[in-house]
């Protein structure tokens, strides 16, 4: 896939993104650098690599889950003009 100047600038707006004219040809040779690498990716053949949740093979040491703060949650809504069950109302504004 390539792209040209004309669709690397409606990528940028659609991104907004603010690319200058003098840029616009750089960009455009890097992003098809990009997909063409992309392409190169998606030749090789992954049908028989298992997934993997961490790129190396250990288990995450986890801290002990401890509450160290207070619940100030009603502290904290009492001067809110509108609360729910524990958490503030915002009004919605229909114009």
């Known amino acids: 896939?390539?792209?040209?100047?004309?669709?690397?600038?409606?990528?940028?707006?659609?991104?907004r993104l603010s690319?200058?004219?003098e840029e616009l040809e750089?960009?455009?040779s890097e992003l098809n650098n990009i997909l063409s690498l992309m392409d190169d990716l998606n030749e090789i053949?992954?049908?028989d690599v298992e997934p993997m949740a961490h790129p190396l093979h250990m288990s995450?040491?986890?801290?002990?889950?401890?509450?160290t703060e207070e619940n100030l949650a009603e502290e904290f809504?009492?001067?809110?003009?509108?609360?729910?069950k524990s958490h503030?109302?915002?009004?919605?504004v229909i114009e």
């Open 60 to 67: 995450q040491r986890l801290r002990d889950d401890e509450v």
């Open 1 to 15: 896939m390539s792209l040209d100047k004309k669709q690397v600038k409606e990528i940028a707006y659609l991104a």
């Open 88 to 92: 503030f109302l915002v009004p919605t």
């Open 19 to 21: 690319i200058e004219d």
């Open 77 to 84: 809504q009492a001067i809110a003009p509108k609360i729910g």
């Open 45 to 47: 053949d992954t049908g």
């Open 26 to 28: 750089q960009s455009t």
